[in-house]
């Protein structure tokens, strides 16, 4: 296993190879974003099991003239994986003309149709990196004047639950007082209505996970049989989450060429994919208040419980 280690892999490979030799087998969800990811990604925010986007899009909708009203003049907006940029409209329609967008996605083709999409009204700036890099990247040339950082849908409740404080202090280290931060936090509801947005009939999510064995394949001359793995989404109710996993159909060894090396899985054991953390409203202000930032507002969809809020800088 000492070929694991090699300075020249990447870290993609690097990740897969701890991941796959832990105790509990895992890979990071940030990897499912490759252009086919992303493109996955975006067909399941249009599922109607997956309410969580239209939510969001109904409260950018609705609320973006007061997001506007309390941030008040701004020269600059960042979004954090902002995708196609498709939710991000009403919020740059409710700001003034000629305000410097600048999304952060690691999908080069995602940012290219946000850019197309959202050039009539904003001077679109794309960084191609992950969250916090692309935010130092920004910090490091920004005009005067105050910042806003949004972080729409709920990808906050990817990361691990003990991991989101680290998260959000380094997001308020790459900040000025006065900034400002719009994040989407997916609220507890029913589990099977919160399961149905993770397991869809037409499998949609299916294909979005497995496409990670797909890009191990493509990216790392893996030899995973796709068809071998199942999806599969738990709920755990201790962590409040929603889990994504892949189920090994059968024993069997896959080959990674770029780790020269082979890995076993049992029958019924799984790659853990990926975690949708869900939260309650009123843990929300000590989140801002424990990270650097005060709470400015909060708006709720009252059709799919989930909340935007708008936190401060201090």
Not at 148 to 165: A, E
Request: hydrophobic share 45%; aromatic share 10%.
């Amino acid at each position: 296993m000492a070929s694991l280690a090699r300075p020249a892999l990447s870290a993609f490979a690097r990740d897969v190879a701890e991941g796959l030799t832990a105790r509990v087998k895992k890979l990071s969800p940030q990897y499912f974003y490759d252009d086919l990811g992303s493109a996955l990604f975006d067909a399941i925010t249009l599922l109607p099991e997956y309410g969580l986007t239209s939510a969001d899009e109904r409260i950018l909708t609705r609320h973006s003239p007061h997001l506007a009203a309390r941030v008040g003049p701004v020269t600059a907006v960042c979004e954090l994986g902002s995708g196609s940029g498709r939710k991000t409209r009403p919020i740059l329609e409710a700001l003034d003309h000629g305000v410097v967008y600048q999304p952060v996605d690691v999908s080069a083709a995602a940012l290219a149709a946000c850019e197309k999409a959202l050039a009539d009204i904003a001077i679109v700036r794309p960084v191609c990196a992950d969250w916090i890099d692309g935010l130092h990247r920004i910090g490091l040339h920004r005009a005067p004047g105050p910042l806003v950082v949004l972080f729409l849908g709920s990808s906050i409740g990817n990361l691990d639950r003990s991991g989101i404080s680290h998260f959000l202090a380094q997001v308020r280290f790459t900040l000025r007082p006065g900034d400002f931060f719009l994040v989407g936090f997916d609220l507890v509801k029913d589990v099977e209505r919160m399961l149905a947005a993770y397991d869809d009939p037409t499998g949609v999510t299916a294909a979005f996970n497995l496409n990670l064995l797909g890009r191990i394949n493509r990216e790392l001359d893996g030899e995973f049989e796709l068809r071998a793995f199942s999806h599969e989404a738990r709920w755990n109710q201790s962590e409040r989450r929603i889990e994504m996993h892949l189920v090994s159909a059968r024993a069997q060894h896959v080959y990674i060429g770029a780790l020269e090396c082979a890995f076993s899985f049992a029958a019924g054991e799984t790659i853990w994919t990926e975690s949708s953390h869900k939260f309650i409203e009123s843990e929300l202000p000590a989140m801002a208040a424990d990270s650097g930032f005060t709470s400015i507002a909060s708006w709720i969809d009252p059709e799919w419980p989930f909340a935007e809020v708008l936190w401060q800088a201090v």
